[in-house]
């Protein structure tokens, strides 16, 4: 436990902090489920709107620095990726 009251500030600013970031990833990885829902079942609409939404809130944890840019970048190529092959199968 800390003593100063220095440490015990950054202590309940690391919790939450911590609450923050976990609510953010949480909210990320919903989105991209969604995308993948709407890729199973082959909407194609659907499947833009909830990308474009998925692309917003990955983009946000950028800039909030919950992920990295370069992981947001394939995760957003990868879903785009998948998107784009079910217009070519339809």
Aim: hydrophobic content about 30%.
């Amino acid at each position: 436990m800390p003593n100063k009251e220095s440490a015990k500030k950054r202590l309940r600013q690391t919790a939450k902090k911590t609450l923050e970031n976990k609510n953010r990833k949480t909210r990320i990885k919903t989105h991209i489920k969604r995308v993948e829902e709407a890729i199973g079942s082959g909407k194609q609409e659907i499947a833009n709107r909830a990308l474009k939404e998925a692309q917003s809130e990955i983009m946000r944890g950028v800039s909030k620095g919950v992920l990295h840019k370069n992981t947001a970048g394939r995760k957003v190529s990868r879903l785009n990726a998948k998107v784009k092959s079910l217009k070519k199968a339809s």
